[in-house]
C-alpha cells in the first residue's frame, strides 16, 4: 500500500506546479486584474511547494531512507535510487528557491508589470521552469515508486 504521505506529498507538489503554470499565463498579457490573480497564484504555489518540501522530507527520513531505499538497493533497480533519487533531491531543492524568486519579483514589480515587459517575461520564465522541472520530478518520482515496486516482486520470486 502507498504511505499517505508520498500521496500528500506529490498532490501538493503538482498543486504548487499549476499555480505557476496559472502564474506564467497571466503574465503572458498583464492587466491590472490578471497581476492580482498572478500574485494569489504565486502565494498559492508558494505555500504549496513549501508543504510539498517539508512532507517529502519527512517521509525520506522516517520512511524511504529506512524501508524502501534499502529494498530498492538490494535488487536489480539500484540504479533507480543511485542516480534517479540522487537527481530528484538536488533538482527539488531549487523549487523553493524558485518559488520564493517568483513570489519576491511579482510582489516587487507589481503594476510596474504592466509597462515592464522584461520584468514580466522573467516571471513567465520562472512560473514555466518551476513547472518543468517540477513535472520531471514528479516523473522522476514515478520511476522510483516503479523501482520500488520491481524490487517487492523480485524479492517475492
Not at 506546479?17 to 504555489?45: C, D, H, K
Not at 519576491?104 to 514580466?120: F, G, H, T, V
Not at 520491481?150 to 520470486?157: H, I, N, P, Q
Request: glycine share 8%; proline share 3%.
Amino acid at each position: 500500500m502507498v504511505n499517505p504521505l508520498i500521496l500528500i506529498h506529490a498532490i501538493c507538489a503538482e498543486l504548487g506546479l499549476f499555480a505557476f503554470l496559472w502564474v506564467m499565463v497571466e503574465m503572458l498579457n498583464p492587466t491590472q486584474t490578471r497581476i492580482a490573480r498572478a500574485q494569489v497564484a504565486s502565494v498559492f504555489g508558494f505555500a504549496f511547494l513549501i508543504f510539498a518540501w517539508v512532507v517529502g522530507g519527512f517521509y525520506y527520513v522516517e520512511i524511504y531512507g529506512l524501508h524502501v531505499k534499502p529494498l530498492i538497493n538490494a535488487s536489480d533497480a539500484q540504479w533507480v535510487h543511485s542516480v534517479v533519487m540522487e537527481v530528484k533531491e538536488h533538482v527539488f531543492l531549487f523549487l523553493p528557491i524558485l518559488a520564493t524568486l517568483n513570489l519576491a519579483l511579482i510582489y516587487k514589480y507589481d503594476q510596474e508589470l504592466l509597462e515592464n515587459r522584461d520584468a514580466s517575461l522573467s516571471i513567465v520564465l520562472v512560473s514555466g521552469l518551476i513547472f518543468l522541472l517540477g513535472f520531471t520530478i514528479a516523473g522522476m518520482g514515478a520511476l522510483i515508486s516503479s523501482g520500488y515496486r520491481f524490487a517487492l516482486m523480485a524479492g517475492m520470486a
